[in-house]
């Protein structure tokens, strides 16, 4: 009996996040044959991931270079994919989320005639240009997409609104539920003795991450500005902020925290630590995507500092709260949670709307389910 041959393609540290306990669970599934192939987009964050989950790449693109631009990323991955889709013939191309090499994987799949399922599809900020190049990505992707993996009902309305048939839409949830289930344990030491030595019980302790290119600039800089300023505050507030490797972000928190004590700069880590900092944490602020999905699945609060969200279920259920990129209002949105218990409870205990740890179950049940092997 013909397998269904299936290649996923991923390119960076989210996107392997959200891709393994798919890849995981096909491990499983003998009617399945799965091509792993990474463009490494991003390299050392990715490598961290593949080193978790103790996946091994069946091709490895390895397009990333220093200071690259985004025509060079798509031109490197359409070209090695194109190759490599070429080469391999599968059934279906999965992809997931909304980067350079989604869009690329999702195209080079296109002009092969090769089936493509799009994990995470649906998700809309509203404006083309926030976040960028993510929200064009997506809507891009979704054009030639046979197979859109929603998370939730919402993602399906947004992909009903736009014209997409109702018979290629399929809520499964979030697969970075399923990845957070794997990763998080109770008892967990990190190997940075800093982080073992943080008062967890008896301290507020903030976990912060930022790099959105739209907020590089002035926004960064009052994003930073409040939470320091948080701290000078609040004597039993502490801050761990996890930096990304991009020079201007860290140019930016170097000088806004330069002599306080209380937040720490820290290296970026890999996603098992990241995921148990998130766990032992009293909240989160943040500009990322996906931490609007992982934190409130351990009832953490998040605080998002954006203009606007692709991600509105959180906001809806309460699980997540714009804050923008003023001042005043990240101030007062922190002092909230840090002072009103009640607000606090409110949102720690609010029903995360982005699933159960299974989507990736579902996701390889709807492709058994409407794929025939080509061969």
Not at 35 to 62: G, S, W
């Given at each position: 009996m013909s397998k269904i041959k299936i290649m996923t393609v991923f390119g960076t540290r989210p996107e392997g996040i959200k891709m393994a306990p798919i890849i995981k669970a096909?491990?499983?599934?003998?009617?399945?044959?799965?091509?792993?192939?990474?463009?490494?987009?991003?390299?050392?964050?990715?490598?961290?991931?593949?080193?978790?989950?103790?996946?091994?790449?069946?091709?490895?693109?390895?397009?990333?270079?220093?200071?690259q631009t985004l025509t060079e990323i798509t031109m490197r991955a359409l070209e090695g994919l194109e190759k490599i889709i070429m080469e391999v013939k599968p059934d279906v191309l999965l992809v997931q989320g909304d980067t350079t090499t989604v869009f690329s994987g999702a195209l080079a799949a296109f002009y092969q005639k090769v089936k493509i399922g799009h994990v995470e599809a649906g998700l809309r900020s509203g404006n083309l240009y926030s976040p960028y190049p993510e929200e064009a990505n997506r809507k891009l992707t979704g054009i030639i997409t046979d197979f859109h993996f929603a998370p939730t009902a919402s993602n399906r309305d947004n992909l009903l609104k736009e014209g997409y048939p109702d018979d290629k839409i399929f809520i499964t949830g979030n697969t970075v539920i399923d990845a957070l289930h794997y990763a998080v344990k109770e008892d967990y030491n990190f190997t940075m003795?800093?982080?073992?030595?943080?008062?967890?019980?008896?301290?507020?302790?903030?976990?912060?991450?930022?790099?959105?290119?739209?907020?590089?600039?002035?926004?960064?800089?009052?994003?930073?500005?409040?939470?320091?300023?948080?701290?000078?505050?609040?004597?039993?507030?502490?801050?761990?902020?996890?930096?990304?490797?991009?020079?201007?972000?860290?140019?930016?928190?170097?000088?806004?925290?330069k002599g306080n004590e209380r937040v720490h700069l820290i290296e970026p880590l890999d996603y098992e630590p990241f995921a148990n900092l998130m766990a032992k944490s009293y909240f989160v602020v943040t500009d990322s995507g996906g931490l609007q999905e992982e934190a409130p699945s351990l009832g953490k609060p998040v605080l998002v500092v954006r203009k606007e969200t692709e991600r509105p279920?959180?906001?809806?259920?309460?699980?997540?709260?714009?804050?923008?990129?003023?001042?005043?209002?990240?101030?007062?949105?922190?002092e909230s949670l840090i002072s009103s218990e009640d607000e606090y409870k409110k949102m720690a205990n609010a029903v995360n709307p982005y699933?159960?740890?299974?989507?990736?179950?579902?996701?390889?049940?709807?492709?058994?389910?409407?794929?025939?092997?080509?061969?």
């Open positions: 096909m491990e499983k599934v003998p009617e399945i044959e799965n091509t792993i192939c990474i463009t490494a987009q991003h390299r050392e964050m990715l490598d961290q991931v593949l080193n978790l989950f103790n996946i091994k790449p069946d091709y490895d693109l390895n397009i990333f270079k220093p200071g003795s800093l982080l073992n030595d943080i008062d967890y019980e008896n301290r507020k302790v903030i976990l912060v991450t930022s790099h959105r290119r739209e907020n590089i600039g002035k926004p960064m800089e009052n994003i930073f500005s409040a939470i320091n300023d948080i701290v000078l505050k609040y004597d039993d507030v502490e801050v761990v902020f996890p930096i990304h490797l991009n020079p201007k972000v860290r140019e930016i928190a170097n000088r806004v925290f279920e959180g906001i809806e259920a309460g699980t997540c709260k714009l804050a923008g990129v003023e001042y005043e209002s990240i101030f007062k949105e922190m699933g159960d740890g299974k989507a990736s179950e579902r996701i390889i049940d709807i492709i058994l389910k409407h794929v025939s092997p080509n061969n």
